[in-house]
C-alpha cells in the first residue's frame, strides 16, 4: 500500500516537474527549515522525477522560487522540489520591496480590507502558505504576497545598490559641471592671456615705477593666482621678468626715451629740444592754414625754451611774419567792426526819436489821458461814437510807444554788445602793432 502511495507521489511530482520549469514563480530567495520527519527531497532532470531522498528534521533549505505548494531549490549540487508543507520560513522578518504593496486583512470568512504599504516596512512572518505570508499588522491578521518580500538581507543590498546608482548619478552631474566650469576656466583663461599678450612694454618711452608695479600685480601675478598651473605659465612668468626688469632700471633713475635709455638730465634736454620742436612743426602748419592768431602761440611758445641757435632764429622770423599777417586780418576786422558799430548807433538814435515822438502823442499827466464814456441818457450817438474813437486812437498811441520802447531798449543792447567786442578787437590790435616793430627789427638783426 505505502508502495502504491509512492509511486502516485511520484508520477504527481513527475508531471509538476513537466508542468513546472526551474525558476517559473517569481518569488525571491528565502530559507526555510525542515519541521516533520515524513519530509523528502524529490530530484528532477530534463523535466522528470529523478530520485527521492528523505529530509532530515532541522536541515536548512535554501528557496530559488516557491512555486504553489512546491519549494524550488538545489539540493546537494542538484535541482529538486520540496513540499512548502514540510518546512518552515527561517526569515522571521521580511521587508517590503516596493511602494505600494498591497497588504490584505482577513477573518474566517475571507478578505476584509486592503492596506497599500511603503517600501521598506516589515513584516514579521508568521507561517506561508503557497506563495502568501501570513502575519499579524496593526493588531490584525494579514497576509501578503511573498514574491512582495525580501530577506533585510537583500533590502538592505537593494538599497545599497539604489544608493550607489543615486552616488553614480550625483558624481556624473558633479563630474559634467566640473567639466562645464573647467571649460569655462579654460575660455576665461585664453581670453585673458589675449589681453596680456596686449601688455607689452613701450619701445619707445618708459613709464613711472609705480605703472610697472600696478600692471605687474594686478594683471600678471593675478593670472598666475588665478590659474595655478597653467599652461601659460611660463610665459607669464617671462612677461615679469621683462617688466620688473625695466621698471627696476628705472627706480635706479635711467630714463628711456625715443627707444634710448638715458639718464634725467639727458632727458630733460632732449625731451625740452623735442617740445620745442614739436611746437615749432605745429606753428608753420597753423601758418600754411592762415591761422595766424593760432600760429603765433605756438612760436611763442618755442622761444619760451630759449635754446638760441638756428631754431630760435627761424621761430623770430616765422613770427614776425605771423604777427603782421594777423594784424592785417585784425585790422581789416576792426574796420569792419567799426563800421557795424557805427550803423548801430544810427539805429540807436532812430529808435530814440521814434520813442520821442511817440511819446509826444500822449497826454500828461496821466489822468488826462482818461477818456471818460458818457452815459446814453440825453446825449445823441454820434457823440458816443466820437468818444469812443478818440479812445481807441489813445489807445493805439500807447502801443505805438511801448514798441517803440521796445525797439530803443534793444538796439541799446545790440549796441552796448558791439562796443564791447571793438573794444576788445581794439585791445588786441594794439598789442599786435606793439610787437610787429619789436619783432621786425629783431628780424632785421638776425
Known amino acids: ?251 635706479a633713475g635711467s630714463v628711456k626715451y625715443a627707444g634710448d635709455w638715458m639718464s634725467k638730465s639727458n632727458y630733460e634736454k632732449y625731451s625740452r629740444w623735442d617740445q620745442a620742436l614739436a611746437f615749432y612743426r605745429d606753428g608753420e602748419r597753423q601758418s600754411a592754414q592762415n591761422n595766424w592768431a593760432t600760429a603765433v602761440q605756438k612760436f611763442d611758445a618755442v622761444l619760451a625754451f630759449k635754446h638760441g641757435g638756428g631754431i630760435e632764429i627761424a621761430t623770430q622770423r616765422q613770427l614776425a611774419v605771423a604777427l603782421t599777417k594777423w594784424l592785417a586780418v585784425l585790422s581789416h576786422d576792426l574796420q569792419i567792426s567799426t563800421d557795424k558799430l557805427a550803423s548801430m548807433r544810427t539805429a540807436f538814435q532812430q529808435a530814440q526819436a521814434a520813442v520821442q515822438q511817440a511819446q509826444s502823442k500822449i497826454k500828461t499827466p496821466a489822468q488826462s489821458r482818461a477818456v471818460p464814456v458818457p452815459s446814453m441818457t440825453g446825449i445823441h450817438a454820434g457823440a458816443f461814437a466820437a468818444s469812443m474813437r478818440a479812445k481807441d486812437a489813445m489807445d493805439n498811441t500807447q502801443a505805438e510807444f511801448n514798441a517803440a520802447r521796445s525797439r530803443l531798449d534793444d538796439a541799446k543792447a545790440e549796441l552796448d554788445a558791439a562796443q564791447a567786442a571793438n573794444d576788445k578787437l581794439k585791445q588786441v590790435v594794439d598789442q599786435v602793432k606793439k610787437r610787429v616793430p619789436q619783432d621786425s627789427q629783431k628780424v632785421a638783426k638776425l
Open 1 to 251: 500500500m505505502n508502495r502504491s502511495k509512492l509511486q502516485i507521489a511520484l508520477v504527481l511530482v513527475t508531471a509538476l516537474c513537466v508542468l513546472l520549469p526551474i525558476g517559473f514563480a517569481d518569488n525571491p530567495p528565502a530559507t526555510y527549515i525542515v519541521t516533520q520527519d515524513q519530509a523528502s527531497v524529490l530530484f528532477y532532470q530534463d523535466g522528470k522525477l529523478a530520485s527521492v531522498e528523505p529530509l532530515a528534521k532541522g536541515t536548512t533549505i535554501r528557496a530559488e522560487s516557491v512555486s504553489g505548494d512546491m519549494v524550488v531549490t538545489t539540493y546537494n549540487g542538484k535541482p529538486a522540489y520540496v513540499q512548502l508543507k514540510f518546512l518552515t520560513i527561517q526569515d522571521s522578518v521580511l521587508v517590503v520591496a516596493g511602494d505600494n504593496t498591497e497588504l490584505f486583512y482577513y477573518n474566517d470568512s475571507g478578505p476584509t480590507g486592503l492596506e497599500r504599504l511603503s517600501k521598506g516596512v516589515q513584516i514579521t512572518v508568521e507561517k506561508q502558505a503557497r506563495d502568501q505570508v501570513f502575519t499579524t499588522y496593526r493588531g490584525k491578521p494579514a497576509y501578503i504576497k511573498r514574491q512582495l518580500l525580501v530577506t533585510p538581507q537583500e533590502f538592505a543590498g537593494t538599497a545599497e545598490k539604489e544608493a550607489s546608482i543615486a552616488r553614480e548619478k550625483a558624481e556624473k552631474i558633479l563630474a559634467d559641471a566640473r567639466e562645464k566650469a573647467d571649460q569655462l576656466t579654460a575660455e576665461k583663461m585664453e581670453h585673458d592671456i589675449k589681453q596680456l599678450r596686449a601688455r607689452v612694454l613701450n619701445p619707445q618711452n618708459s613709464s613711472p615705477v609705480a605703472y610697472y608695479d600696478q600692471v605687474i600685480t594686478n594683471e600678471f601675478r593675478k593670472f598666475i593666482a588665478t590659474y595655478p598651473n597653467s599652461p601659460h605659465e611660463a610665459e607669464v612668468l617671462g612677461q615679469i621678468n621683462d617688466w620688473q626688469a625695466e621698471r627696476d632700471r628705472v627706480a
